[in-house]
C-alpha cells in the first residue's frame, strides 16, 4: 500500500474515532438534559401559576375532601389550567387543594377527586420534580406548594409535560448531532485526501522507502564526487553542498543560508541566477573553477537551481605545461633543420678557406659576437628566478616572432620570497602582451627583422615591492572602459578549444596582486605611440609589495633613482 494511501487512511480513523468518541458521549447524555429541560420547564410553569393571587385565592376557598364537582367545571380555577395549558404546550396542569383533591384537570371527570399520585412532599411546602405515571399517562412533572397570604400551604399547582414528547425532542436532537458528526468526517476526509496529495506533491510522488534509499544515495554521492555540487531552492536558499564545493567555492555556510550571503563571487554568482549549461571559468581566491548550471523542474514545478563546480587550475598548469613541450619541440626541429644548415655553411666558409668569416660566423651563432644575445639587459636582472624566468619568456617570444626587451630602468637585485605569486603576476602580463603583439600590426615585421611585434618588461625593486610594467605593440585595449579588461571571462580571442574560455589570466593576476596588498592596473590603453619604441599597445603595470627580501650591500637608493614607475622605458 502507497504510503500517502496510509496517511490518508490513518487521518480518516483518527477523525472517526474522534468524532464517534465526541458525538457518542453528546448523544449519551442528549436523553437526560432533555429532559431536566423539561423538568425545569415545567417547573417554572407549575412556579408562575401558584403565584397567581385569583389562583391562591380560589384554591384557599376550596379546602377539605368536600368539593362539589359541577362548581368546577366552569370555575376560574379551570379556565386558569386550561390557557395555562393552551399557551404552553404542557401535558397537564392540575390544581390540588390541602387534601390532594383535584380543583382544575384536563379531564372533566377527573374533577374533585384524589390525584393519582402521593402529593405528600408538596403539601410540605417543598417543590417536587419528578418522573411518574398518572391518568394521562409518563410524563415529567412538577408539583409547587400554593401558599395563603399567611404562608400556609393550601393546595399545590402540577404541570406536566410527556415524556413522548421528550423522546420525539431527543430523537431530533440525536439525528441532528449525526448529520453534524457526518459532516465533520466529511469534511475531515476531503481535507485528508487534500492533504494526501500535497504530501504526494511535496515528495514528488516517492515512496518512503524511495525517500529513505534517496537520503542515502545522496550522501553516498555528493560527498564521494570530485566535483562540486551546491544546489539551491526556488527561493534562493541553500538545501544541498558537498564538500568538494565547499573547498572550491571557500563556502563556510551552513545549509539553509540565503544564497546571496554565501560571498561567491560575482562570476559565481551569476551563473548560480542564470542556468548556464556551457562551463564558464571563474577564479576563487588562487583558484580557478569551472561553473555551470541548470534549473531542476519537477511536475511543471521550480525546484531551484544546481550548480557544478570542476578545479580548473590543476588542469590549466597541465595545459600550459604542455603547451610548454610542444612549444619545445617545435623548436628543437627548427633547431635541427637550422643546426644542419649552419653546419654546411661553416663546412663551405672552411673548405674554402675562409677562416675569419667561419670565426665570426661562429660567434655569431654561439651567442658571444655583436647581437648574439637572445634578451639584453638581463644581467640587471640578479634574482635567480626572475633571471631564468625572463629568459625563458625570451626564448617563447621569439618562437612567436615577438622580440622580448627589457627597460632601460630594469634592476633587480635581492631573493623573492613569493616567487609563486611574482611569476603567475609577471607571466600573465607577459603572456598577454606577446599574444597582442603577435597578432600582427607590430614593427618588428615593418622593420624587417622577421618578428611581427615587441613586449617590454621593466622591472624594478623598491625596497621589498618590485614594480612591473609591461608594455607591447599590438592593438591596445578594445573596451570603452580598459578596467574591464580584468573581468573573468573578458577577453577579444577565441576560447573554443578552452575549456570554460579564455579570459582568466589578467582576471587572476591581479587578484593574487591584491591578496598581497598591491594591484594591476591599465597605464595606458594603447592605441597612441609611446616615446621613441613606438610600442602602440596596452601598457600594465604591477606592484608586488612584500615580495623582495634584499640582499646585504643592496642599497635602499638604487631603485629612488630609477625614475617615475608610471612611464617607464619609453612607455
Known sequence: MRLRTQVLLLQLAVIAVSLVVGFGLVIAGADDRVREEYAQRALAIAQSVAADAEVRSEVAAHPGTRVNASDLLDGPLQRQAA???????????VIGNDRGIRLAHPEASELARMVSTDPSKVLSGSDDVTTDRGTLGESVRAKVPVLSADGTVVGFISVGVSTERLASETRSDIIATSLLALTALGIGAVGSALLARRWRRLTLGLESDELAELVREQGAVLHSMADGVLAVDADGIVRVVNDRARALLAVDAPVGTPAADLGLSPRVAAVLATPTAEPLAASVGERVVLVSSHRVRA???DLGMVLSVIDRTDVEALSREVDSIRSMSTALRAQRHETANRMHVLAGLLRHGHADEALAYLDEVTGTGPGGAL??????????????????????????????????????????????????????LVDNAIDAAGSGDGTGAESGTGETGEVEVEVIADDDTILVTVGDSGPGISFDDPDDVFAEGATTKSGAHVPGGRGMGLALARQIARRIGGDVWVADAGGQAHGEQELRGAVFVAR???????TEGTESSDAGELGDTDEPGGH
Open 83 to 93: 390557557a395555562v395549558r393552551a399557551r404552553t404546550g404542557a401535558l397537564f396542569v
Open 375 to 428: 634578451l639584453t639587459g638581463l644581467d640587471n636582472v640578479r634574482e635567480p628566478h626572475l633571471h631564468a624566468f625572463l629568459d625563458a619568456k625570451a626564448a617563447q617570444a621569439r618562437e612567436r616572432r615577438v622580440v622580448l626587451r627589457l627597460g632601460d630602468q630594469t634592476w633587480l637585485q635581492g631573493a623573492l620570497t613569493e616567487p609563486v605569486v611574482v611569476t603567475t603576476v609577471l607571466g600573465n
Open 299 to 301: 511536475d511543471g514545478r
Open 544 to 550: 608586488l609589495p612584500g615580495v623582495l627580501a634584499p
